[in-house]
């Protein structure tokens, strides 16, 4: 089930009936049998899946907290990384693993067929074994103390709302929040469903509409001109940013109407002026879950200079290749580590540089800074987006040497425009107050616009536009990671 279509409208509204009339203890069961419920219809065998993540990790955890034994914690906790870790490589990576060494193969002057597997990726699967490994980590490192109620960790593991696409929770934030009874509040639905409503807006409106203007770009059916892959590669970036964090927002909005609060995921990315300051803002669930389960127990930054930028180097590279089993990801993992490493050696001359002597100058200088890193994020989204370096490389060349404006490129620049227009006012919005939720704190008249302008948006664009969002249920673009 997708959040934005009507079947998961009706799975929500009666989990969420009998959510406001059950206890405590029954409204975890039931959020249980729900969250497998909801998992399970994409394809039940991925269920099985999901249980034996959880039943292993619920034994080790437990074993690692009750001795005190060294060895033995370290034993559950290598048993423990060591299975989820072979669950996800099986699934995800087994035939990319293959079909690589089979090229090496190939290279060295020999002729190996190995086999392949049909294997369907579990949705998900990288959420949910990332949440569930850390949580035995916390235990392994003392950070956090294991529930021995087994109900309760599979409720943790496979909470519907983030299930499927995060954000990865940490258990010292979300297990004391399943365990303890929560207090709804008025407040807190208002903020459910605005959140739902804003992600909604986000995903049909915004990422499904560009993604059709995407998408033909990119397939190069018609070749590439500089001028409309420079566009479409702009509307990927909003395509993704929208699809992500429409998903994000609507995972939240629905845990805020359950009581549960879970973290944001984005904090306006596209207003980041270098690369750290970018990961501080995208995917923070999991940017942070690479620096506190791999940067750092690496050396993070404490071992000189070099190691720093080998760290750096091997975090981003496994942060690429989580995202999929594929060349095209690794190498975009690798640019991003090469741009956290140059900003990390630019910074000493960076900060001797005079900062602007007036506010406004300062103000134009941050807009020119982000202008700027807006197009190095773009280029990594291009190598995101393409199907193979090759790709990457003749889309580049017609950016530089076959740029011409034409009528199809002005066109594709105006819907662009017509489609985020109101996404940038808001979020100007929020970075001026630097509140994410600035929305919910305007007089009900405003609200009121707020709700009439997206309303009218989907109407006009549902009878008079070029692209529509009838053929709702797009899937989201990180089901796939």
């Not at 949440?131 to 235990?139: E, G, T």
């Amino acid at each position: 089930m997708l959040f934005n279509t009507p079947q998961f409208a009706v799975f929500f509204v009666i989990v969420y009936i009998l959510y406001l009339v059950l206890s405590h203890k029954l409204q975890n069961r039931m959020l249980l049998v729900a969250s497998y419920v909801f998992y399970g219809a994409w394809d039940w065998r991925f269920l099985s899946i999901l249980i034996i993540s959880t039943l292993m990790d619920y034994v080790c955890s437990l074993k690692i907290y009750g001795s005190d034994n060294p060895r033995v914690r370290k034993i559950f906790l290598v048993i423990s990384l060591s299975g989820s870790l072979t669950i996800l490589g099986f699934f995800k990576y087994f035939n990319f693993f293959v079909e690589s060494f089979e090229a090496l193969l190939l290279h060295c002057g020999l002729h190996v067929t190995a086999p392949l597997l049909h294997v369907i990726l579990p949705v998900g699967i990288s959420f949910y074994t990332f949440q569930s490994m850390s949580y035995v980590l916390d235990v392994y490192r003392k950070q956090a103390v294991p529930t021995k109620n087994l109900l309760d960790f599979a409720l943790y593991v496979s909470f519907f709302p983030q299930l499927v696409a995060g954000p990865i929770e940490r258990a010292r934030h979300l297990l004391p929040q399943i365990l303890l009874p929560r207090n709804l509040s008025l407040d807190m639905f208002y903020e459910g469903c605005y959140l739902i409503f804003w992600g909604l807006f986000e995903k049909m409106f915004i990422a499904d509409n560009l993604a059709k203007i995407v998408e033909p770009v990119f397939s190069g059916r018609n070749g590439y001109n500089g001028s409309e892959v420079l566009l479409a590669l702009y509307a990927f970036a909003f395509q993704i940013f929208c699809d992500f964090d429409g998903y994000s927002n609507m995972a939240r909005g629905l845990a805020r109407l359950l009581g549960v609060d879970i973290i944001f995921n984005f904090k306006l990315p596209y207003f980041a002026t270098n690369p750290r300051e970018f990961w501080h803002r995208w995917h923070i669930s999991l940017s942070t879950w690479l620096r506190d389960y791999l940067y750092i127990p690496l050396g993070g930054s404490r071992r000189g200079e070099a190691v720093t930028c080998m760290n750096l180097a091997i975090t981003m590279f496994i942060g690429g290749l989580w995202h999929g089993a594929g060349w095209i990801f690794v190498f975009w993992g690798m640019y991003q580590g090469l741009l956290l490493i140059l900003h990390r050696l630019a910074v000493p001359v960076l900060e001797k540089m005079p900062p602007p002597r007036h506010a406004l100058a300062e103000k134009a200088w941050f807009g020119v800074r982000v202008i700027l890193f807006f197009q190095v994020t773009c280029l990594g989204w291009l190598i995101f987006r393409a199907k193979s370096m090759t790709q990457v490389w003749q889309m580049l060349r017609s950016i530089f040497f076959n740029f011409h404006i034409t009528p199809e490129a002005v066109s594709i620049f105006q819907n662009i425009a017509y489609f985020t227009f109101f996404l940038l006012f808001i979020q100007v919005l929020q970075g001026i107050k630097d509140d994410i939720l600035i929305v919910m704190k305007w007089p009900k008249y405003a609200k009121a616009v707020f709700v009439l302008i997206i309303v009218g948006l989907f109407i006009h664009n549902m009878f008079y536009g070029k692209y529509t969002w009838l053929d709702s249920g797009e899937q989201f673009i990180y089901f796939q990671f």
